[in-house]
C-alpha cells in the first residue's frame, strides 16, 4: 500500500525546476508526523507494529498529496515546462519510484522470515531511526541545490 504514494514522490520534479523549499517543508512535516506518531505509539507501550505501518502510509500519503498540489502550483510559462507537462513526462518516474518502495520493504519482510516478528520490527524501527537521522543533511542539501541552479543560470 505504501506503494502508492511513493509513485506520487516529486522530489525529482522539485529539484529539475528548483524549486524545493515547498517540497522540503512537505517532506519535513510529513517526517516530523511519522516521528511524533512513532513517539506516542512508543509512549503507549506500542505492541502493534501494524499501526507504525498506517502511520507510515498516512505520513506518506499526506507528502503525495501535498507534493502533486505544489507541482501544480508552478508557474507556467516559456522558460519552464508547465505544470501538466511535468507531470505526464513523470509517469515513467512512477515504476520506478514503486520498485524502489518494495526492494526498501524487501528487507524487512527477509529479516521477518529469518528472524520471526519481533526482530523484524526491531528491524524495522532502526531502519527508520536511522533513516530519520540523516533526514536534516539531506534536506538541507536538497535546498541548497536550487540555489546553486539559479547562480549557475546567472553565470555565478
Do not use: N
Request: net charge positive; with cysteine; charged share 15%.
Amino acid at each position: 500500500a505504501a506503494c502508492l504514494p511513493a509513485a506520487l514522490d516529486l522530489k525529482q520534479l522539485g529539484d529539475v525546476v528548483a524549486r524545493t523549499r515547498g517540497e522540503v517543508r512537505i517532506e519535513t512535516a510529513s517526517s516530523w508526523f511519522y516521528l511524533a506518531g512513532t513517539g506516542v505509539w512508543i509512549a503507549s507501550g506500542g505492541r502493534d507494529v501494524t499501526v507504525l505501518a498506517l502511520l507510515y502510509l498516512l505520513s506518506r500519503t499526506c507528502y503525495a498529496v501535498f507534493a502533486t498540489r505544489t507541482i501544480l502550483a508552478l508557474p507556467t510559462g516559456a522558460t519552464a515546462p508547465t505544470a501538466r507537462e511535468l507531470l505526464r513526462r513523470s509517469r515513467s518516474l512512477a515504476p520506478a519510484q514503486v520498485l524502489g518502495e518494495l526492494t526498501i520493504g524487501l528487507d524487512v519482510c527477509l529479516v521477518g522470515l529469518l528472524g520471526g516478528d519481533a526482530v523484524s520490527g526491531l528491524y524495522a524501527i532502526g531502519s527508520r531511526i536511522a533513516g530519520a537521522a540523516g533526514m536534516p543533511t539531506a534536506q538541507l542539501t536538497r535546498i541548497f541545490f536550487a540555489h546553486q541552479v539559479h547562480a549557475a543560470a546567472r553565470g555565478d
